[in-house]
């Protein structure tokens, strides 16, 4: 087991003098490398990508990396989670670390893994599929009530499972 995972640097908006399009480019080559070129395995099972449908000439995962919204159309670029693009694959490859917490939950139909940096409050959301898993999402927790439901949701999973 792996003791401490290193996150990278906080990529920031102020870093590219405020140049909002600089940015967009740089958080999109640090995707393209951690997830097109580079991809993580999740615990020895490969990772696939969601590309389609492209938005803007993205893929479908970099852009829910870094938008948020409830309405799928509307969604919009969010700063808190471009800065954080860097943590979902090292977060993702070192999941045995003690800083993750690791679980299930269903959400409709869907069967999801939840990977959770308790210290920097930040969820990464894999789908599995039969001969791969699917980065889904990835965002930080900001809202207190929000944490609370996940850490509740993680000791249930704990206490009825054991673990993943």
């Known amino acids: 087991m ?7 640097d906080l990529i920031l908006l102020e870093d590219y003098n405020g140049n909002f399009a600089l940015y967009y480019d740089a958080v999109y080559a640090v995707f393209v490398n951690d997830f097109v070129r580079n991809r ?8 696939g990508l969601k590309k389609y449908p492209f938005i803007d000439g993205k893929e479908y995962t970099y852009y829910h990396f870094t938008h948020s919204g409830n309405i799928e159309v509307e969604r919009i670029p969010d700063i808190r989670r471009m800065e954080r693009i860097g ?8 999941s045995d670390s003690q800083q993750i917490k690791v679980w299930r939950n269903k959400r409709g139909t869907s ?21 791969y898993i699917l980065p889904w999402t990835a965002y930080p927790i900001e ?3 929000r ?3 996940l ?7 704990m206490e009825k499972q054991g673990s993943l």
């Open 143 to 145: 809202q207190n009530s």
């Open 111 to 131: 069967e999801r893994i939840l990977l959770f940096h308790e210290e920097e409050r930040y969820l990464v959301v894999l789908e599995e599929r039969k001969d």
């Open 87 to 94: 943590y979902p694959k090292p977060i993702i490859a070192f």
């Open 147 to 149: 944490l609370r439901k």
């Open 2 to 8: 792996i003791n401490e995972l290193k996150l990278p």
């Open 40 to 47: 993580p395995e999740f615990r020895g099972k490969r990772l």
């Open 151 to 157: 850490l509740a949701e993680y000791q249930d999973f």
